[in-house]
């Protein structure tokens, strides 16, 4: 990060205080505390195994109840992760391979890199009949989206992501093999959803037979081993849980004075609106 140009820096931070400003206090009063905390703390931990707490003290964790399992760094240190993956991850240590491949774009400036300057951030309004209370309509980009020589750039961080991530990941003391299987839980959800996505992340992303190869290759390479996995706790599950039934209720309130109806997806997201099946 120390690589960007101060222009570049001032404008990033002015742009993020100003689009922060009015929603920080609903980004930090969170209504699933136990979640939020758990997260935070697992963010920190895993930055100071590997020494980078300076580079990652701005990161500004933001929980998203709608996307699936889709998490991500956004410009400016804004670090989206998806309830659900907290919730279906298999363990803590695919949670863990997610937020350290998502660090490294941070300490890296991925983002910032590809788009300099020509960034914005977004403080959508929510939908009436969604959301339940996330930071899912907090986001940030680039006006007009990547051209192709900034999707093509993006491909080769992620690329330096996986690898990097990886040791971050090992470093925390969690088991190598989560970069992998946390791919393929993506994939198997894709598989039951295909309108949550695609494998390639809309062409910004690796194809997923490449970037398994790559972490493979990675792990042996550094000797790195299987290790024992760590559960998230029953106390988090619990909260995500209630959490969605809350959503679905909320939405069910809204969609059926308009003869509509509601339900959760594989993925464990709440649709919109929908015709009642007959």
């Not at 804004?78 to 491949?101: M, N």
Request: net charge neutral; charged share 25%.
């Amino acid at each position: 990060r120390s690589q960007l140009s101060r222009g570049v820096r001032v404008a990033m931070e002015k742009k993020r205080a100003e689009a922060t400003k009015p929603i920080h206090g609903k980004l930090l009063q969170h209504e699933m505390p136990k979640t939020r905390a758990y997260v935070e703390k697992l963010v920190r931990s895993i930055a100071a195994a590997s020494g980078i707490q300076a580079q990652t003290s701005d990161v500004l964790i933001a929980l998203d109840r709608s996307s699936g399992l889709t998490s991500g760094m956004r410009l400016g240190g804004i670090l989206t992760i998806a309830s659900q993956l907290v919730r279906r991850a298999r363990a803590e240590d695919e949670l863990a391979a997610v937020i350290a491949h998502e660090l490294v774009h941070h300490t890296h400036a991925h983002p910032e890199r590809v788009y300099g300057s020509r960034f914005t951030f977004f403080g959508n309004e929510r939908a009436p009949a969604g959301g339940g209370g996330d930071d899912s309509y907090f986001t940030s980009g680039a006006t007009g989206g990547p051209t192709a020589e900034e999707k093509k750039q993006m491909l080769g961080f992620e690329v330096e992501a996986d690898i990097i991530g990886l040791r971050v990941l090992v470093n925390a003391g969690y088991d190598p093999e989560a970069a992998v299987t946390v791919l393929h839980a993506y994939d198997e959800l894709l598989q039951k959803e295909p309108r949550m996505g695609s494998v390639d992340g809309g062409g910004l992303h690796p194809p997923r037979a490449a970037r398994t190869a790559g972490l493979r290759e990675a792990m042996k390479q550094d000797g790195m081993t299987v290790s024992p996995r760590r559960p998230v706790p029953s106390e988090v599950i619990e909260e995500l849980a209630d959490a969605l039934k809350y959503d679905l209720q909320r939405t069910l309130d809204y969609c059926k004075p308009r003869g509509e109806t509601s339900e959760i997806t594989a993925w464990g997201t709440v649709t919109p609106c929908i015709p009642v099946k007959k």
